[in-house]
Nanobody, 123 residues
Framework: QLDFVESGGGLVQPGGSLRLSCVAS????????LAWFRQAPGKDREGVAC????????NYVRSGMGRFTVSRDDAKNTMYLQMNNLEPDDTGVYYC????????????????WGQGTQVTVSS
């Protein structure tokens, strides 16, 4: 069983925006720090944004600072990633995860991954 269902990906031109969502299944999302990861073809999965329990803090991959905003709605068991001014290097499959601690490092992922949502940035 997948922990999350991600959605909101698509094909967008450079400079465009997307808002990704992920809905948790089978557990209360509010009990965990959360993170978004992405995996580009031929590359390792990397953390791009994380958010603490209670939304007290966020952190981003350097390339996403100023362009990405992570948020959560625990009442809806949902996390979001707003991505603006998208670049071709943002292309990849985006996954959300619950974490053992607020971190961008995959080793701290708890439970299973979702199926991901494809983001393609291309003109």
């Amino acid at each position: 069983q997948l922990d999350f269902v991600e959605s909101g990906g698509g094909l967008v031109q450079p400079g465009g925006s997307l808002r990704l969502s992920c809905v948790a299944s089978g557990f209360s999302l509010g009990n965990y720090p959360l993170a978004w990861f992405r995996q580009a073809p031929g590359k390792d999965r990397e953390g791009v944004a994380c958010i603490t329990r209670g939304s007290t803090g966020t952190n981003y991959v350097r390339s996403g600072m100023g362009r990405f905003t992570v948020s959560r709605d625990d009442a809806k068991n949902t996390m979001y990633l707003q991505m603006n001014n998208l670049e071709p290097d943002d292309t990849g499959v985006y996954y959300c995860a619950r974490m053992d601690r607020s971190s961008l490092v995959p080793r701290w992922v708890v439970g299973s991954w979702g199926q991901g949502t494809q983001v393609t940035v291309s003109s």
